[in-house]
């Protein structure tokens, strides 16, 4: 039985994860080793620990550097906000104790996707093999409980991955990368493995409705206020971020897309 207690303590260790998820996606691919001590990324001040707790330090500073006063991005306490609540959800999931550890490794795999091809319009390859492999190994785990069905699920799953993998790289082909991203049909791959068949299938179709209504805002706002760029239908937005929040809808609220 889950009580709140345990879900005040899983809300609070997403919130360390996500404050070292922020470290990762700041020097992942700079040359930068992930330890060492933080320091304000404007004037190099060395940050004490009253400065680096999770969430609490941003509030309380009003999101400026202590020392030179320069604003500290969102990413930070949007990163750790949404690694804690996924671990939350997560913890509330009706899933084995090794398949929900399997899925909070999941989630630091894919907050790092998301806030990395935010940054970069680049899906780290680590992190989405990491995931693929992950997301193959709660399959099967989740299938041997079930022996009747192991080797239908393990098929069915296994296909659903390189269907939806197949299906993106196939409109990468044809637009010479000018739609998506080689990198998005290892993340559907990964879906795939996951979700199976039916849930990937929605899981996708979600992805494209809210990319579709975010970059149609997108270009709404920038024309109402310069102050936000100019945006057309042929910027680049990244396309992972949207793959995951139809991975999540599914996860979290079995939001089922298809008639059937």
Not at 130 to 154: P, W
Not at 248 to 253: E, H, N, R
């Amino acid at each position: 039985m889950i009580t709140p207690f345990d879900s005040l303590l899983i809300f609070i260790l997403g919130l360390i994860f996500g404050s070292f998820l922020n470290v990762v996606i700041y020097r992942y691919n700079t040359g930068r080793s992930i330890g060492g001590r933080s320091q304000c990324l404007a004037c190099g001040k060395m940050l004490r620990w009253y400065e680096l707790i999770p969430l609490f330090s941003f509030v309380f500073q009003g999101g400026k550097c202590r020392g030179c006063g320069s604003k500290i991005s969102w990413q930070y306490p949007v990163v750790e906000l949404a690694t804690a609540l996924s671990f939350f959800l997560v913890w509330q999931l009706s899933l084995p104790p090794v398949s929900r550890l399997i899925y909070l490794a999941i989630v630091l795999c894919l907050v790092v996707i998301v806030a990395y091809d935010w940054r970069h319009l680049i899906i780290p390859d680590a992190f989405v093999y990491s995931f693929i492999t992950l997301a193959l190994i709660n399959t099967i785990l989740l299938s041997r409980f079930n022996l009747d069905s192991f080797g239908r699920v393990i098929i069915s799953h296994l296909l659903a991955g390189a269907g939806l993998a197949a299906f993106f790289w196939l409109l990468w082909l044809i637009s010479r990368g000018r739609w998506l991203g080689f990198a998005d049909g290892k993340l559907a791959l990964g879906i795939g493995f996951l979700l199976g068949p039916l849930a990937g299938i929605s899981a996708v179709i979600l992805a494209f409705w809210t990319g579709a209504v975010v970059g149609v805002g997108l270009i709404i706002i920038s024309r109402l206020s310069a102050r936000y760029g100019y945006v057309t239908m042929k910027s680049e937005l990244p396309f992972a971020p949207f793959l995951i929040l139809g991975l999540a809808l599914i996860v979290f609220l079995n939001l089922n897309v298809l008639p059937f």
